[in-house]
């Protein structure tokens, strides 16, 4: 009888525990038919739990807390949807609720009631206030204005109303005597009542770790049997049959399956107009081929193509892609040659959606888009990370506001993240916090496990059992993040989704504020996928970035300069083969680039086949591999009608599509059929696979094989089915890789300067593309005042460090200092000050000096500093400032000194590079840097003192340990009584190269034998 109308679940966001699996299969033990989804204000598990429901034969309600404002009152609503017109008012409500920041009155409630059942949450509403203040009057008057608008209005009673005498004895004989409607509402905001813990948490979480005081009362507020519950409503038969008279008129019904496909332009002959368009866009391809083609293959293939694109129903689909990257081409925003399967699709390549030829590269459109199997095809677009989201406002702008949306995705509770914030909540000490992640750490490390649960984790871990048992508040907070694990902590922005629909968005998903004034939905991108609708990644590479802008940097100096139209550069390859793959795309890692040098890589198709095979799994056969490519080992193949197959990857299966090549061959399937069976084999599942296998045999038998090759060659699928790799995706990204190695190998300094400017706030980064310069003998040099900008810039073959670098000046800073030098260029150092003073504080001015951006002046830091201030004092003494003469010094700051400043306000050493400035030392006197020193051993080294602390022997005598530093690490070095006798004083900032023997006190010494001061 009974069925609950009131469950909150974990999507109300840190105000429920109730997960949703957990409370279905609750459900499901207590033989309840029906139950009623009400999150606060949202409707993010909505599809979620619909589903769920259905697949365990439990009718879902669709339901919604609404809070709304009357005459500056505010008061709670549940809302349930009768049918599909009540389900779409919800998700307006949901949506006006979320982008007016929960401001939505009566007056627009009384629009949308249209198929809503309204019940009042009695102890959460205005009315409890009323009553309780004796204000009968209104109380009255709101329930009738609810009443009045809603043909379907309920006084929902919760177990503590219902059990409060008073509440019985007055308010409730009141309330009836105006003949309402009442039902049982008891809230379910965590389904056992041991989880009332892990529920206060997450309302702590939410109120910043501070445990929220009088919710109490919320104890009662979880899943009770239905035994519990009817005895607790006993007296009030008729309010449990309202819950399951609510719960049967509720019959919304979500359409799954079914694509809902935007236009592309209404009243327009999609499909001819794609036709048209792929004739023109591959006869302009065609002619620009620099390799032999068959005409009419081509045209066969884009037939074929274009046919199963129609069946298919997805033209208009193609033309919303072609759009996009027409208009991104159209404005120089440069769009990567395709990722993904869509490279191995000819009318993506006619469109020019990508850059990869399917023919030359063997890629099979099947793989991409299969008409046996009914899924939407999948084009995912790389572009400029600093550029997607042009493109993104585009869509926005051309299908209208209403129809275009970024996607939600959910920050859930990790196990770290559970466990911090019940640490916080609870205030566990740091100490037992890292105890705790030390024994985690452990048992992690010595069992394998796959994304494993805290809750295995601590069944796996003595260690953290005994912490439990030994500390209550260990045992508190662990146990509490074992429950709220995997709950949705936060919402996010999915980081390359868009959804586009046919009609208003609202009509589909209810939606959020979201990015660029572009709205964000309420429901996450497999809730959307299952609904129909189109989503579509817009993809953000900073590769893609850097490409564009060497491009750009290029033409500044070579203004038709083109990337090549091929990857047949020999130089380009002969630098992959040395290994010389540092900000190389994909193959810059240590492991990457043994295989590239192993390879010996000349061909495109080396790089494809790289990329295919460095991952886990097929990296085993890698080394197999290599001696096979160079005849070290016998290429065989299982069967000799493999060799046409696998003859480019030695014999070995290294793509997916081999896979569907082999289907085809020995059973007879067709490309379509093929890649359902790929599909099958690779997730494993005992069943499916003995069904394939029967299916496989078979057809192989009919077309002449024996049962014994037959079996031979399926079993060889399945071992492989892992180890393939989507050749499409390969390709695209081989050359992505190829493009940068060409950039580097013959535009270095371009390409490295993109590379330091896309890396600005890595000093680490900026330091190793600094000495890959350095290695190439490309100068780089310290920001100038006269020609530096905010990006690292090439000018006459040397690369320039930004001023926007400069500590403090940032972008706004920078822009007022260039916007200066437009006017008229500084001419030297006192109208640089005189000019800039204004917005420049003193301190901003002395880092532009020690960042040695005013070294073209021809002055010392030293003075330029010294007579800083005077030179601003002056700058206000109007015409007589000409009278006086500035005297400059010509010493100079140490090197220490400048060294250290110059890391400070730069983040790197670049003019006082130590080992640059001391280069010919390490040669000639044979130096080790101080990070390569090791203990107990004869040691040379130079270093810049850093610190100096003298004591006294026993003997009374003077003797000092001093710190000294390179670019690579510090360390301290012990100059005895009669060494440092010889020194005399030494001051921070002196060079000092020392010879002597290390030793291991607490830290690496050095104790010194013999010296000599460079500086």
Do not use: W
Not at 362 to 382: C, H
Not at 410 to 428: E, P
Not at 885 to 901: A, H, N, P, V
């Amino acid at each position: 009888m009974f069925q609950y109308l009131y469950v909150q679940t974990e999507y109300s966001i840190l105000q429920s525990a109730c997960k949703i699996k957990p409370l279905i299969e609750k459900l499901k033990e207590q033989q309840l038919h029906s139950c009623a989804i009400v999150d606060e204000g949202t409707m993010y598990g909505t599809i979620k739990f619909y589903q769920e429901c259905n697949k365990n034969n439990i009718k879902p309600v669709i339901g919604l807390k609404v809070k709304y404002h009357y005459n500056d009152k505010t008061n709670n609503l549940v809302l349930l949807a009768i049918n599909n017109f009540g389900y779409q008012n919800l998700m307006k409500i949901s949506s006006r609720l979320q982008l007016t920041n929960n401001n939505i009155d009566f007056e627009y409630l009384q629009k949308t009631t249209m198929g809503l059942i309204a019940i009042l949450p009695y102890e959460e509403s205005l009315v409890q206030k009323y009553l309780e203040r004796n204000d009968a009057k209104n109380a009255i008057q709101t329930l009738e204005l609810l009443r009045e608008i809603y043909s379907d209005f309920y006084i929902g009673l919760g177990i503590k109303s219902i059990t409060n005498s008073n509440f019985i004895d007055n308010y409730f004989k009141l309330l009836k005597n105006y003949n309402y409607q009442f039902v049982a509402l008891p809230k379910v905001s965590f389904i056992n009542e041991s989880d009332y813990d892990a529920y206060t948490t997450l309302k702590a979480i939410k109120n910043n770790g501070v445990l929220v005081e009088g919710i109490e009362n919320d104890k009662n507020n979880y899943l009770h049997d239905v035994k519990s519950v009817e005895t607790i409503y006993y007296n009030h038969y008729d309010m449990l049959e309202n819950t399951s008279k609510i719960a049967n008129m509720c019959n919304v019904q979500i359409e799954f399956g079914k694509y809902q496909l935007p236009l592309y332009e209404s009243g327009l002959d999609s499909f001819a107009y794609l036709k048209e368009l792929c004739s023109i866009g591959l006869e302009k391809r065609m002619q620009n081929f620099e390799y032999s083609y068959d005409k009419r293959k081509y045209y066969d293939r884009l037939n074929y193509e274009l046919n199963v694109i129609n069946e298919m129903g997805f033209s208009d689909y193609f033309l919303i892609v072609y759009d996009y990257v027409k208009y991104a081409k159209k404005n120089n925003i440069f769009v990567g040659p395709g990722r993904g399967s869509a490279p191995a699709s000819l009318v993506a390549y006619s469109l020019g959606i990508t850059e990869i030829d399917p023919l030359y590269y063997n890629l099979l459109f099947e793989r991409f888009l299969n008409k046996e199997r009914l899924s939407m095809p999948d084009i995912d677009i790389d572009f400029p990370d600093d550029r997607r989201d042009e493109v993104i406002r585009y869509v926005g702008k051309k299908y209208g506001k209403n129809r275009v949306a970024h996607i939600l995705t959910f920050g859930t509770f990790k196990i770290r993240q559970a466990i911090n914030d019940c640490a916080r909540v609870f205030k566990l000490n740091d100490v037992k916090t890292k105890e705790i992640y030390k024994h985690l750490q452990a048992v992690n490390t010595y069992k394998v496990y796959d994304n494993p649960s805290l809750k295995t984790l601590i069944e796996a871990s003595s260690d953290l059992q005994l912490l439990m048992n030994n500390y209550e508040d260990i045992n508190k907070v662990l146990t509490i993040a074992c429950k709220i694990q995997d709950i949705p902590r936060n919402i996010s922005t999915h980081a390359a989704g868009i959804v586009i629909t046919k009609f208003d968005l609202v009509n589909y998903t209810p939606l959020d504020e979201g990015l660029d004034e572009i709205y964000q939905t309420q429901y996450e991108a497999k809730d959307l996928e299952a609904l129909g609708l189109l989503k579509m990644d817009f993809l953000g590479l900073k590769n893609l970035t850097n490409i564009a802008k060497t491009i750009e940097l290029i033409r500044k100096d070579i203004p038709d300069f083109t990337l090549p139209k091929n990857e047949n550069d020999y130089d380009t390859y002969k630098m992959m083969r040395e290994g010389d793959l540092t900000g190389v795309f994909q193959l810059e890692s240590a492991g990457m680039r043994k295989v590239i040098m192993q390879l010996k890589t000349s061909t495109f198709d080396d790089i494809t086949h790289a990329l295919a095979l460095y991952r886990p799994g097929p990296m085993d056969i890698i080394p197999s591999f290599i001696r096979r490519k160079f005849n070290e080992e016998k290429v065989e193949y299982p069967h000799k009608d493999l060799e046409p197959i696998l003859k480019e990857t030695y014999g070995m299966i290294v793509y997916q599509d081999q896979i569907m090549l082999i289907a085809c061959k020995f059973a007879g399937y067709t490309l379509g059929r093929a890649d359902i069976l790929r599909r099958a084999v690779s997730k494993k599942k005992k069943e499916v696979l003995e069904q394939e296998r029967i299916n496989f045999v078979e057809s192989s038998v009919n077309r002449g094989y024996s049962s014994d090759t037959a079996n031979m060659i399926y079993d060889y699928i399945v071992k492989f089915a892992d180890y393939g790799f989507n050749k499409a995706h390969s390709v695209a990204y081989a050359k992505i890789a190829y493009l940068t190695a060409y950039l580097k190998c013959h535009y270095f300094a371009y390409y490295m300067s993109t590379l330091m400017t896309s890396f600005m706030g890595s000093s680490s980064e900026m330091l190793e593309y600094t000495k890959e310069a350095t290695k190439k003998n490309v100068e780089v040099l310290n920001p100038n005042i006269k020609l530096s900008t905010d990006e690292f810039e090439v000018i006459n073959g040397k690369i320039y460090f930004p001023l926007s670098i400069i500590k403090g000046l940032g972008e706004i800073k920078t822009k007022q200092c260039i916007e200066e030098r437009t006017k008229v260029q500084f001419k030297d150092y006192e109208d640089f000050v005189e000019r800039t003073k204004d917005f420049l504080a003193i301190s901003l001015l002395e880092n532009i000096i020690y960042s040695g951006a005013l070294d073209d002046f021809g002055l010392t830091k030293k003075a330029m500093i010294e007579n800083l201030k005077s030179i601003i004092d002056r700058s206000n003494y109007g015409f007589i400032k000409d009278m006086i003469k500035t005297d400059y010094t010509d010493e100079e700051f140490s090197y220490g000194i400048l060294q250290e400043k110059e890391l400070e306000v730069i983040g790197i050493n670049i003019k006082y590079n130590f080992y640059q400035q001391f280069a010919s030392f390490y040669s000639k006197y044979n130096l080790v840097k101080i990070a390569n020193l090791s203990e107990n051993k004869e040691a040379r080294t130079i270093g810049t003192v850093k610190r100096v602390r003298e004591t006294k022997t026993k003997n009374n005598e003077t003797m000092a340990f001093v710190e000294i530093t390179d670019d690579t690490s510090n360390i301290e070095i012990v100059l005895f009584p009669m060494i440092y006798q010889q020194i005399g004083k030494l001051q921070n900032g002196m060079i000092l190269m020392i010879s002597g023997k290390t030793q291991k006190r607490m830290t690496l010494q050095i104790i010194v034998d013999r010296f000599k001061i460079i500086s």
